[in-house]
T-cell receptor, first 113, second 114 residues
Framework: SQTIHQWPATLVQPVGSPLSLECTVE??????LYWYRQAAGRGLQLLFY??????ISSEVPQNLSASRPQDRQFILSSKKLLLSDSGFYLC????????????FGEGSWLTVV | AQSVTQLGSHVSVSEGALVLLRCNYS??????LFWYVQYPNQGLQLLLK??????LVKGINGFEAEFKKSETSFHLTKPSAHMSDAAEYFC????????????FGRGTSLIVHP
């Protein structure tokens, strides 16, 4: 069966510091991968998605970036965090095809102080 | 284009009462529809989905939803609420033949009173 893991689960970072959140999927090949953000009391915001290694699409302009160095690895990064980057970050994956379910990781809480 | 509207950011019910969470969508082509549940500090978990076929879809934890094309709705119901059902619920739509990126509603927080 397929599983998705993301880490760290929580982190507190000072403004201006770098960020790296990692996500890996096991048990499948060539998945579509996604990064979402959930701010307090708000819905899901799609940040990035990827259909293959090195292929990243950005949904919103911001100081975050994403990379996919391996087929089942998806990394969310920032060179300098802002206070507004605080939130709950969710990695997700799906098989190719519009009817396929998106499966979510456990989430990472980021607090920028 | 596709969109999802969840009516009511908060729904409050008593334990044992009927749960009804509303979701309306718009899609120019036949949609795929999903309901997810999110417990505090966790990721989203699939409750149920509609792709094709039977319009009444049964999911986990006693939830079900009915796809009504004429009303462009996919409301989520459960006959009897449990305290453990208290969570955030998200409706999502994907348009068949279109972008594989789903559109999520803003979520409805279900509060269950003893």
């Amino acid at each position: 069966s397929q599983t998705i893991h993301q880490w760290p689960a929580t982190l507190v970072q000072p403004v201006g510091s770098p960020l790296s959140l990692e996500c890996t999927v096991e048990g499948t090949s060539n998945p579509n991968l996604y990064w979402y953000r959930q701010a307090a009391g708000r819905g899901l915001q799609l940040l990035f998605y990827s259909v293959g290694i090195g292929q990243i699409s950005s949904e919103v302009p911001q100081n975050l970036s994403a990379s996919r160095p391996q087929d089942r690895q998806f990394i969310l990064s920032s060179k300098k965090l802002l206070l507004s980057d605080s939130g709950f970050y969710l990695c997700a994956w799906s098989l190719t095809g519009t009817g396929n379910t998106i499966y979510f990781g456990e989430g990472s809480w980021l607090t920028v102080v | 284009a596709q969109s999802v509207t969840q009516l009511g950011s908060h729904v409050s019910v008593s334990e044992g009462a009927l749960v009804l969470l509303r979701c309306n969508y718009s899609s120019s082509v036949p949609p795929y529809l999903f309901w997810y549940v999110q417990y505090p500090n966790q990721g989203l978990q699939l409750l149920l989905k509609y792709t094709t076929g039977a319009t009444l879809v049964k999911g986990i934890n006693g939830f079900e939803a009915e796809f009504k094309k004429s009303e462009t709705s996919f409301h989520l119901t459960k006959p009897s609420a449990h305290m453990s059902d208290a969570a955030e619920y998200f409706c999502a739509v994907r348009s068949s033949g279109g972008s594989y990126i789903p559109t999520f509603g803003r979520g409805t927080s279900l509060i269950v009173h003893p």
